[in-house]
């Protein structure tokens, strides 16, 4: 595991925003271009109590309240009480550390409490408006959901985007389809035995291609069991400053076979938040 | 009050999306071709405790917890409560109803329980990608906030619009910027008092122009006290399936003069919820 | 099912406090006397996310926050969330009603909303001192735990009671012991599946005698599958005023044979709450 | 402050118990015999939203659901989302600490994460049940509502008791009133601002008496400002392994004069839990 980290220091010793940083107001205006039809995919999975979710973590709990059902002027509203890492969501870059510090050499001790993060909160990301990238590995072995046990590697990256006809560029977001997702539904103890994913050198490449984000339709974009620990978490998260969007939906996209779009991500706006669920567009 | 109901059998007695559906494809692809510069505005206010809420609401809960913050491999992450319409959010077309109707003349009573609304839920939404229109009601009358007791009628709307150089065209969403946000910061009580807003006959006019989004930098979009009810949320929400969306942060767009945008709303995705914390984005 | 409220108008049309009109004072004191050794049995089981649940409700959530574990002054608190009914607890008599009724005719839809309940609420109760009886069923038939379909009447209860040597008297507690919560370390989908109880002829029965308190160390006290519905609840809370206890463990109790004893309940004060989680005491 | 810890290791190196260890069968079976009417005072505050609370802690959040309120079989039921220490509460042992080590040495950080504490949790306490004694400060001097800046002595509550005719006896829980509860409804910055309360000097004599509880009607048991930190806190609860219980109503039991009585505390049985809110009990 690399323990030089890449990107620290790169946009000064205050950086609390990472990879968003290659996201430029001509990335951005870029992105808007690559939208030729106007059809909109959202790739959240359902946010409820039944869905995917980290085995430590506690369920979604949703309660609905309301007045007046059948008479006279009424309301209806709800309360939400969750992991911010829950259902579809993205990490902050104060969610993961080692030997003390956080991306760009944060201090973790003198940054967190029970209150939350006051650095690299995820309240530093605004919207995230850029280019995304499908990376189909599912549909590029034919298979429906890859296996529990593949790892991909950043030569099968390229030749996937090969295959698909796009390239990565800096600031883009890399949305990887393993189809482990539909596994959910048939399985719920296998789903979370195992998971396919990148490898730790599909990370240090993306830091080498200035990839922006990482996202997948498993757990937690690693591969696990995780004999190294969460090696992307560490590398890409941790040590380059990228971002990592998990549980997502990307079987609408892979089956119209769109590999490049606008990609769309606004967290909310949690002061000193260290997650936040998303619904992420992919717009075409 | 209008009780006949805009809307209702438009877009067919099953109907639960109401004027999304003036968002087609073709006015998606247009909303992105405004983006000029790829600047991109985020335009929630902060999700925490101490913000503006409706005051029967609780406030927001956010706890975060965290492991080995000084050595080894540490994590850390949080959990939010919250009403969904606790900070900056839409109403979902089931958040209103009367006389036991809500939109599309969807029954109330059969709809909603504790578990959540069956109809006319936030997951009907999906992700919003239209035009957005600032109408500067502050800027227009030359203040920083309008008076409390401004409402804004039809005659205005067009009348700012003019001025902006703007146009108002089936499938926008209207912005409202009264300035009253910044209310909270000097006197809290003076936001919860009483608040500027549109009229009922603004809300009818945008009917008429197939608004499908009314949104505002105050609590509730109306203005209030409310002598005769909620009107907007009657008229927009339930007679037109009009979507409401409230405590916005409008300041960078009205001090850049930014005044048509592509407009992102990407709800979270809870099933059979009735309302979405969000972070609009408008992206010029 | 009997639709003639046994206890309705016996304490006045405006009772909310139903069977624990039995406990008087004099009551309170002869239980005090029973007190022989000062041993002290609580009854809870762990209040924790992986207890015993009915099925439909989230499981409790409990998290901790701290500050300063190795240095300086720290501290340490936690948050809880539950529903009140989620682990060992006493329902309030606005908990089950019928026809719009809940005990002593009170209106369900002119007392409940979503900010609790006007009348019959838990904090009616304040703290119960009385004579708890246990009636341990499981050991008289000589098995640790008694078979599911096992449905305990009134004859079973008087003979049991008769073997133990105690009487049934105005205002008790009785606490039935089935064994059944043992069934949750073993076979969780079994513990929920079937359970053994008290029939409705009983709970006819405990109010011919006065009986304040039904509880059990089941889910609902309840025998179910449920062919005719909650019938202990339908007669016994609603129709005479009666307070449940569930999910109770009793098994300390019934291997020390302490049959009679000063039993006290103290619930949570909750403002217009539906039930509270206890700890019950019985004391020798 | 002293930093000698009275009791650590009196009980053996693994106690977690504390001073409940004073409270043996023979004091519960004494204090049984305190029963002389049968009357029960029941000392909590109303738990709600708006009750008084630390201010750094989240408001009590009470939701109720229900459905048929008006027809067929109907049920209500309701939701607790509260900080453990958010209204009348007892505290774990494992509540405060300093220079890393809680009560008898027990380690905090090996002890405490995210999931709560392994050590000198509530689940120890199971239920006390011992003699009280009111120590009425307010009445003493002739006021409903003694000063915020007095400072009771160890003087001061021996004059009391004296005057009351009682003696402080081993395992015995001390209630002090000092009639600030009823500030809340006067005036709630003043009830947070400054507060009465016993001095370190009280704490460090109730560890020589052997008293097991110190309760009150304030918020922390401690006077503040604070200027030493939470003497109270550091000498009783962790130095002695005492047992504080905070926001109490003692005004009924004082406006009888009930000085003396059975005292029952009936924690919740939260696994691994840092505290609990409480129903206390006075019985005479």
């Not at 977001?173 to 539904?185: H, S, Y």
Request: net charge negative.
């Amino acid at each position: 595991m690399s323990d030089t980290p890449l990107n620290w220091g790169k946009w000064g010793d205050d950086d609390e925003r990472g990879t968003l940083n290659y996201i430029t107001e001509e990335k951005t205006l870029n992105a808007a271009r690559l939208v030729k039809s106007g059809k909109v995919y959202p790739l959240a999975i359902p946010l409820e109590a039944d869905g995917p979710i980290w085995p430590t973590r506690h369920k979604n709990w949703h309660v609905a309240t309301f007045r007046n059902l059948d008479e006279g002027s009424g309301g209806a509203e709800d309360i939400l009480m969750m992991h911010t890492h829950g259902s579809t969501h993205v990490d902050a870059l104060c969610h993961i550390f080692s030997d003390g510090k956080m991306y760009n050499g944060h201090s973790a001790k003198d940054s967190i409490n029970a209150t939350g993060a006051r650095r690299n909160a995820i309240s530093n990301i605004g919207g995230i408006v850029t280019r995304g990238v499908l990376i189909d590995v599912a549909a590029h072995h034919g298979v429906d959901v890859i296996d529990a046990d593949h790892i991909v590697t950043p030569e099968e990256i390229e030749a996937i985007a090969e295959a698909q006809g796009v390239t990565i560029e800096s600031g883009d977001a890399l949305l990887f389809r393993t189809g482990w997702i539909k596994v959910w539904d048939q399985d719920k103890v296998k789903f979370d035995a195992k998971q396919p994913g990148p490898s730790l050198a599909a990370a240090q490449w993306a830091g080498q291609k200035e990839v922006a984000i990482m996202a997948a339709d498993n757990s937690a974009v690693e591969a696990f069991p995780l004999p190294e620990g969460m090696v992307i978490h560490h590398e890409f998260l941790r040590n380059q400053g990228g971002y990592l969007m998990e549980l997502l939906n990307l079987e609408a996209l892979a089956s119209d076979k769109v590999y490049e779009f606008q990609f769309v991500v606004a967290p909310l706006n949690i002061k000193k938040g260290l997650g936040s669920p998303i619904t992420p567009l992919a717009i075409c």
